[in-house]
């Protein structure tokens, strides 16, 4: 089940395990224009399986400092994503590519800020997207709007 969890009682614990961006503070992850989700199972007790955070800006950025780019945004930037358990993190980019389609009338482009990794690559192309540019620290990849 996904969740918005910006204020769940255990973010902070969860954030420590990003493995893309463990530099970015929780409370920037959270403020205005930014969300973070995860993924739970849906048994008891319930367990964390996957967590994305999400910057709202206006159009793809190919840098850090381009996630502040929030006034009048039309795209959904993912950009970290990691799971705990096998297959989580494509159900959770989906999921939340899906619940944002479905909640956020003015976002129409969902893209990701990923590091320049082939795993990053691989996992993002064999998801659905399309490769959308190589800047000198990040990539970007977008994922079709889902129907």
Request: net charge positive; with cysteine; glycine share 6%.
């Amino acid at each position: 089940m996904l969740e918005l969890i910006n204020e769940h009682p255990n973010l902070a614990d969860y954030l420590k395990d990003d493995p893309v961006r463990p530099h970015i503070p929780l409370h920037w992850r959270i403020s205005k224009g930014r969300e973070v989700y995860g993924l739970f199972e849906d048994e008891l007790p319930r367990v964390i399986k996957a967590i994305i955070c999400v910057a709202y800006t206006r159009g793809i950025g190919i840098e850090e400092r381009d996630l502040n780019n929030i006034e009048d945004a039309d795209t959904a930037m993912f950009y970290t994503v990691w799971s705990y358990n096998k297959g989580a993190g494509r159900e959770i980019v989906l999921a939340t590519q899906k619940h944002i389609q479905e909640t956020k009338k003015g976002i129409f482009r969902y893209a990701t800020l990923s590091p320049l990794t082939v795993m990053a690559e691989r996992f993002h192309l064999r998801n659905g997207a399309n490769f959308v540019r190589k800047g000198k620290k990040c990539q970007n990849f977008e994922y079709p709007i889902q129907s």
